[in-house]
């Protein structure tokens, strides 16, 4: 019996390198945590409401999500988006041991009350750019990670999304505005040429829980210069 114990554990072990693009490990390989299906079933749970097309998983989004999240487990607070991703981002972080993939999506999901979609605007100084990166019409991948951060600081939870939304002056479900969800940083917003070094995710937008700061989220936008897919949605 121990013999068989042993072994499982041996296999275990050995397995998160293996299994680390998958977002099943943490960054020290050893406790199991969210699972892609719960990340990628409370996505589409969402978008069923607007009857959108199911996301599918993307390996390679799940991926960068994982690089980027166990680049960040030693200061999860700051919640800092990957610079120059030319994927959507939604980002959360959580003090609490009760987070999980399904409760970050629902939370994200639960901005629905913060958007007018008749303006193309979050409410007051609300965010709600993490729901409507879920229900972008054209998004059509999403990989995600969820890391335990260093020195008992929290969970992080990571979100790439393919082709990725918040494009700045467009709506989730098509149309064009004068207001964005995630508006372009000043230096975008004030040039009148969106040149190479200034695509990616630049707008940012967070919201902070107000009580005891035990939560953070985050968005970014993009500009409208690179919707066509990544990925082939074949790809694994
Ligand atoms: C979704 O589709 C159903 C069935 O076609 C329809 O009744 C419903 O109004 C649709 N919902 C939205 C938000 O478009
Ligand atoms: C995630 O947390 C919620 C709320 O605590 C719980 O109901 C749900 O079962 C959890 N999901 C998983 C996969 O553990
Ligand atoms: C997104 O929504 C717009 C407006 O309803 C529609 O014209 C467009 O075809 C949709 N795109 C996709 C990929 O569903």
């Known amino acids: 019996m121990w013999r068989f114990a042993t072994l499982a554990t041996i296999l275990l072990l050995s397995l998160p390198s293996h299994a680390d693009s998958t977002g099943l490990w943490n960054s020290n390989g050893r406790k199991p945590l969210s699972k892609p299906s719960e990340f990628l079933a409370a996505h589409n749970k969402i978008r069923a409401t607007h009857n959108l097309t ?18 960040r487990v030693d200061d999860c607070k700051n919640l800092e988006h990957s610079p120059n991703s030319p994927f959507g981002e939604n980002l959360f972080w959580g003090l609490r041991d009760h987070w999980n993939a399904s409760e970050v999506v629902e939370f994200w999901g639960d901005e629905v009350r913060n958007y007018d ?12 750019g993490h729901y409507t990166q879920i229900v972008w019409n054209t998004t059509q991948c999403v990989g995600c990670a969820h890391a335990l951060c260093n020195n008992n ?4 939870f990571v979100c790439s999304y393919d082709p990725p939304g918040n494009i700045y002056y467009q709506g ?15 230096s975008i917003q004030t040039s009148s040429t969106l040149s190479e070094n200034i695509r990616g995710p630049a707008g940012i937008a967070a919201v902070i829980s107000p009580n005891n700061r035990d939560f953070i989220s985050g968005t ?7 919707t066509p897919p990544k990925f082939n949605l074949n790809n694994e």
Do not use: M, Q
């Open 54 to 71: 199911k996301l599918s998983w993307n390996r390679v989004l799940a991926r960068y999500a994982r690089r980027w999240a166990n680049r």
């Open 117 to 128: 979609p008749v303006t193309n605007e979050c409410l007051g100084s609300s965010v709600c």
């Open 153 to 156: 600081e929290g969970h992080l």
């Open 172 to 186: 989730p479900f098509g149309g064009r505005f004068s207001k964005c969800i995630v508006c372009p940083p000043p």
């Open 220 to 226: 970014v936008g993009h500009p409208d210069n690179e």
